[in-house]
């Protein structure tokens, strides 16, 4: 098992650009989640789903969007880039809700 | 919603001294307390966890109390080894959402 992948590493972009972050999990996770983490604020909870077609709200959703077609995969969307968006980006997955998260390894994501 | 307060924010120890964080959570209906391991540059990765019916669980080197009269939940790691260094987090979750702390960086001296 690969566990939870992420694309890309590494990404900067402009101010106003578009650009999609991916998620993979091959695991049969029901949940999946995304995460921003900020140097001493920890995590953030972006989004999260409890199964395909099923999305919801984290702590801070603004200036992002999900969609779960699949049990596998959970992309991040981020429509037009701001430099408050400047972040380290976690995706993780859970097999029930009260069940350890397994993570990514991370995105760094710049934007200038 | 939930608020958890984590502290220190660093920890430095001599290798073979132990260590603790402390945090603390706001919402009763937690009922479910992880704690991660993240190393540079890695995602965080469990490695102990405690449900709200259990007031203390111990793996090996690592153990975590809870008290949930109080609110509050701490990580023991006896014996430190240089291997420890890294940022911990810890996390209370209710219903379908896990809230963090802002982690504490221990460092382990040899």
């Known amino acids: 098992n690969a566990g939870v992948t992420q694309t890309p590493k590494f990404r900067i972009l402009k101010i106003g650009q578009s650009m999609t972050l991916q998620c993979t999990q091959d695991m049969n996770h029901n949940y999946m989640y995304w995460y921003r983490q900020d140097p001493g604020m920890g995590l953030k909870l972006i989004y999260y789903?409890?199964?395909?077609?099923?999305?919801d709200k984290g702590e801070v959703p603004n200036g992002y969007n999900v969609s779960r077609s699949t049990t596998e995969d959970f992309p991040l969307r981020l429509e037009l880039a701001a430099p408050s968006q400047t972040s380290v980006y976690f995706c993780?997955?859970?097999?029930?809700?009260?069940?350890?998260?397994?993570f990514g390894p991370g995105t760094r994501l710049t934007v200038t | 919603g939930e608020n958890v307060e984590q502290h220190p924010s660093t920890l430095s120890v001599q290798e073979g001294d132990s260590a603790v964080i402390k945090c603390t959570y706001s919402d009763s209906a937690s009922n479910y307390f992880p704690w991660y391991k993240q190393e540079l540059g890695k995602g965080p990765q469990l490695i102990i966890d405690i449900r709200s019916n259990v007031g203390e669980k111990k793996d090996q080197r690592i153990a975590v109390t809870l008290n949930k009269t109080a609110k509050h939940f701490s990580l023991h790691i006896t014996e430190t080894q240089p291997e420890d260094s890294a940022v911990y987090f810890c996390?209370?979750?209710?219903?379908?959402?896990?809230?963090f702390g802002i982690g504490t960086k221990l460092q382990v001296i040899p």
């Open positions: 993780a997955s859970s097999r029930k809700a009260l069940d350890e998260q397994y």
């Open positions: 789903s409890v199964g395909a077609g099923i999305t």
């Open positions: 996390a209370a979750r209710a219903s379908q959402k896990v809230t």
